[in-house]
């Protein structure tokens, strides 16, 4: 199939994020590896058009309904124990719990490890996810930690500065001590604007703590409040539209 971008239809990309699929950057990584095919023939160029209700594509082999999806973006207070994803070869999935709420394929926005509790996003929204895991809008997120381990100056100066993980040097990350212990147990809250795999747990390694505990609070504007383990809510349209909206421009308001 040709890639003539002026002909009438939806680009393929877009196509592909518009019913759920994925992000549109996600959905043209998938066409350029050859995961999409349009008519029985594999598709690598993602501006590629197609007309819906006339052209079949299929990811992976799986047909993509032509009926635009309802979108949903709901916040989940992820209990420890369920891994971020939809294979669950390995146990239960955030996945699995949604899929008894929505008929919809709901898909998690960034990433918690399976022992982390906390907020999480789950979307079928491919523009949100987008933009909720694109460095350039910066949406922080804040985890509250409870640390063992002996607690000194030293030790939080060292979370605070600008570390290596895994060959990384990450940026400088808010650490603010909420409650010292006396039988070396402590609560620390770590504000992140970028976030590496299992990284908090890694810099109290380094600086010399054990993670007892690890609960995700607050992503961008949304709050845990009074979420409990397993609790869900749909974001209303005005949550969903401030999410999209540009940090840096909406602060400039």
Not at 27 to 54: D, L, R
Not at 94 to 117: A, F, I, S, W
Request: include cysteine; charge should be positive; charged fraction near 30%.
């Amino acid at each position: 199939m040709s890639d003539n971008t002026t002909q009438p239809g939806e680009r393929l990309q877009n196509y592909l994020s518009h019913r759920g699929v994925a992000s549109r950057r996600h959905a043209a990584e998938m066409i350029e590896a050859g995961q999409v095919s349009v008519n029985g023939q594999v598709v690598t160029e993602p501006g590629t058009k197609v007309t819906p209700g006339k052209d079949t594509v299929k990811v992976n082999g799986r047909k993509i309904d032509a009926a635009i999806e309802e979108l949903h973006t709901v916040l989940l207070y992820k209990p420890a124990g369920l891994i971020c994803g939809a294979d669950n070869s390995q146990g239960e999935t955030v996945c699995d719990l949604m899929r008894q709420e929505y008929n919809e394929r709901l898909v998690p926005v960034g990433r918690l490890d399976k022992e982390t509790e906390g907020l999480l996003l789950m979307s079928n929204d491919g523009e949100l996810i987008q933009r909720m895991t694109h460095p350039r809008f910066g949406h922080t997120k804040t985890y509250v930690a409870r640390v063992a381990g002996y607690m000194t100056d030293d030790k939080i100066a060292i979370l605070r500065s600008r570390m290596e993980i895994d060959g990384y040097l990450i940026r400088p990350v808010q650490v603010d001590v909420l409650k010292v212990g006396r039988d070396n147990v402590h609560k620390l809250a770590f504000t992140l604007s970028e976030g590496r795999n299992r990284q908090i747990r890694k810099m109290c390694a380094i600086a010399g703590f054990t993670v007892l505990k690890l609960t995700r609070v607050r992503i961008g504007p949304l709050k845990i409040r009074n979420m409990e383990p397993g609790d869900w809510r749909e974001l209303s349209h005005e949550e969903v539209k401030q999410l999209k909206r540009d940090p840096k421009t909406a602060a400039k308001r």
